[in-house]
């Protein structure tokens, strides 16, 4: 089974900008579309983007025109490019494959990456 790591969050200020990686490792045989969540502390868990085997996107209206996300399949590897950032972003940053009209998630939880937005 495939395993996910994420990586590239931090404490930030108000209006920057970081990178969160998704790297996924093993077996990704029929992992095609994927999805950055965030969990923030007594929230559930949100997907705030996707994209698609063919590059096709969509976002959160909370992020829409400042979070971008991208695949190099090559690498094995999703990112989420985060910028202006707002405190009200804080939250843990999770990856996952996901399938069909529920975006009904394929992998285990892997263990997420904190951003932190404070002045």
């Known amino acids: 089974q495939a395993q996910l790591v994420e990586s590239g969050g931090g404490s930030v200020q108000p209006g920057a900008s970081l990178r969160l990686l998704c790297v996924v490792s093993?077996?990704?045989?029929?992992?095609?579309?994927f999805g950055w969540y965030r969990q923030s502390p007594g929230n559930e868990r949100k997907l705030v983007a996707i994209?698609?085997?063919?590059?096709?996107?969509n976002y959160a209206d909370a992020v829409k025109g400042r979070f971008t996300i991208s695949r190099d399949n090559a690498k094995n590897t999703v990112y989420l490019q985060m910028n202006n950032l707002r405190p009200e972003d804080t939250a843990v940053y999770y990856c996952?494959?996901?399938?069909?009209?529920?975006?009904?998630?394929?992998?285990?939880w892997g263990q997420g990456t904190q951003v932190t937005v404070s002045s």
């Open positions: 996952n494959a996901f399938s069909g009209e529920r975006l009904q998630t394929l992998l285990p």
């Open positions: 093993g077996n990704r045989f029929g992992l095609d579309d």
């Open positions: 994209i698609s085997a063919g590059g096709g996107t």
